[in-house]
């Protein structure tokens, strides 16, 4: 917003919002990014406006849509010299990237492939394009783990839909059992990339189980005639 002083002194004016809902916060700054009391004014010379933002915090359980509000800006020498500006502030619907973990670890034998599943919602109010990204720097690089082949790595989320992503995990041959090594999952809004969620998936090394069967054969002179 600008102060403009059609004037021909110097004044400093108090900004002030009406009609901001009590559940709400709301905060001035200047271009530059500090932020100052509405109360002490800004100062605006003949002819230089003087420029100011208000930031505004909807309550979380707003309702969408558009919320009336006034700017009233006042002289502080003479109140009596005042003017108004009718605003509209919009709530749109957010989008929350929530990702599930698998609530039991997921595992692999030793030099073996295997897939896992890992829960992907979102509990926005607005539907959205999410991707889907793989931090594996701590992972050994015997270790492999990615996308299935089948998984692309944009997923359509509505709200509170929860989809379920594929991944393959492959174990190395001399992985010990129960290893566990972990990475980072990232689902962030395409839309909104403020809007995004991380969480450690840790996957183990399963434990092999050889078991072989034979016929033993009888010993001699036990042998019995049918």
């Not at 002083?5 to 002030?16: L, Q």
């Not at 208000?54 to 707003?62: G, K, L, S």
Request: aromatic residues 8%.
């Amino acid at each position: 917003l600008n102060i403009i002083n059609t004037g021909n002194i110097s004044e400093i004016f108090i900004p002030r919002l009406d009609g901001l809902p009590a559940s709400w916060n709301a905060y001035y700054t200047r271009p530059s990014g500090t932020s100052f009391d509405p109360n002490g004014g800004l100062i605006s010379r003949p002819g230089n406006p003087a420029s100011f933002n208000i930031m505004i915090q909807p309550d979380v359980n707003a309702s969408l849509g558009f919320q009336q509000m006034t700017v009233n800006i006042t002289s502080k020498q003479y109140p009596s010299v005042t003017t108004e500006l009718p605003v509209q502030f919009l709530v749109k619907a957010d989008r929350i990237p929530v990702i599930l973990p698998p609530s039991v670890r997921p595992s692999c034998p030793p030099s073996y492939t295997c897939t896992f599943d890992v829960g992907l919602t979102n509990r926005g109010g607005a539907t959205d394009v999410f991707d889907v990204t793989l931090d594996t720097t701590t992972v050994p690089s015997d270790w492999t783990i990615a996308l299935a082949w089948s998984q692309h790595n944009a997923v359509l989320l509505r709200p509170n839909e929860t989809v379920q992503a594929l991944f393959t995990l492959t174990a190395p041959a001399d992985a010990a059992p129960d290893t566990v090594v972990e990475f980072d999952l990232r689902l962030t809004s395409q839309n909104d990339t403020s809007r995004s969620d991380v969480k450690t998936i840790p996957v183990s090394a399963s434990m092999v189980s050889i078991a072989e069967v034979a016929l033993q054969q009888p010993h001699h002179g036990m042998e019995q005639a049918v």
